[in-house]
T-cell receptor
Framework: GAVVSQHPSWVICKSGTSVKIECRSLDFQATTMFWYRQFPKQSLMLMATSNEGSKATYEQGVEKDKFLINHASLTLSTLTVTSAHPEDSSFYIC???????????FGQGTRLTVV | AQSVSQHNHHVILSEAASLELGCNYSYGGTVNLFWYVQYPGQHLQLLLKYFSGDPLVKGIKGFEAEFIKSKFSFNLRKPSVQWSDTAEYFCAVTAYNYGQNFVFGPGTRLSVLP
């Protein structure tokens, strides 16, 4: 299957700083990328959907100014958590889908801890 | 509201027991259905998927699922579980009428006792 790579796998940052998470599709062109957040022992909650070259569509309740998503190329999307706070600590997962496929492929996730 | 539900939060089985995890969705129209597994400390992996055709779908590692349109269900089954099947299982749906975004169920934690 197609490969989606997320970087970093884990990150610890100080409260008030910003953190950038990268999501890359390694062997296909991802026209659509999704960002999810997973709290411990809970399901994945969709944060936003981004299509290459256009602004991301955020789910209700997700602050777009806090979670900046950029999908500048067909193989790369980034999620920047700005002015991070301890409550932003979570597991962030991206997935990617190409234009002709209804299946999405998932990255390995990034565990963010804000101290 | 459209949603995906999974019947059990936590299932505990002994090895060799049979498994059935329930999944129901409330979307109308054409849907694609998926089961993903998340082993401890690992990322989501696709177990199986249904797009069209035979409603009984066979996936990896001996898993299968049956799409019953009239019941809006897509239950996951395995005749004989192993300790290595201990993981979190997520049902997911994409619906043509709702932008084809993945919507995940809350997940079912499966613990298999050796």
């Amino acid at each position: 299957g197609a490969v989606v790579s997320q970087h970093p796998s884990w990150v610890i940052c100080k409260s008030g700083t910003s953190v950038k998470i990268e999501c890359r599709s390694l062997d296909f062109q991802a026209t659509t990328m999704f960002w999810y957040r997973q709290f411990p022992k809970q399901s994945l909650m969709l944060m936003a959907t981004s299509n290459e070259g256009s602004k991301a569509t955020y789910e209700q309740g997700v602050e777009k100014d806090k979670f900046l998503i950029n999908h500048a190329s067909l193989t790369l999307s980034t999620l920047t958590v700005t002015s991070a706070h301890p409550e932003d600590s979570s597991f962030y997962i991206c997935s990617a889908r190409d234009a002709g496929n209804t299946e999405a492929f998932f990255g390995q996730g990034t565990r963010l801890t804000v101290v | 509201a459209q949603s995906v539900s999974q019947h059990n939060h936590h299932v505990i089985l002994s090895e060799a027991a049979s498994l059935e995890l329930g999944c129901n969705y409330s979307y109308g129209g054409t849907v694609n259905l998926f089961w993903y597994v998340q082993y401890p400390g690992q990322h989501l992996q696709l177990l199986l998927k249904y797009f069209s055709g035979d409603p009984l779908v066979k996936g990896i590692k001996g898993f299968e699922a049956e799409f019953i349109k009239s019941k809006f269900s897509f239950n996951l089954r395995k005749p004989s579980v192993q300790w290595s099947d201990t993981a979190e299982y997520f049902c997911a749906v994409t619906a043509y009428n709702y932008g084809q975004n993945f919507v995940f169920g809350p997940g079912t934690r499966l613990s298999v006792l050796p």
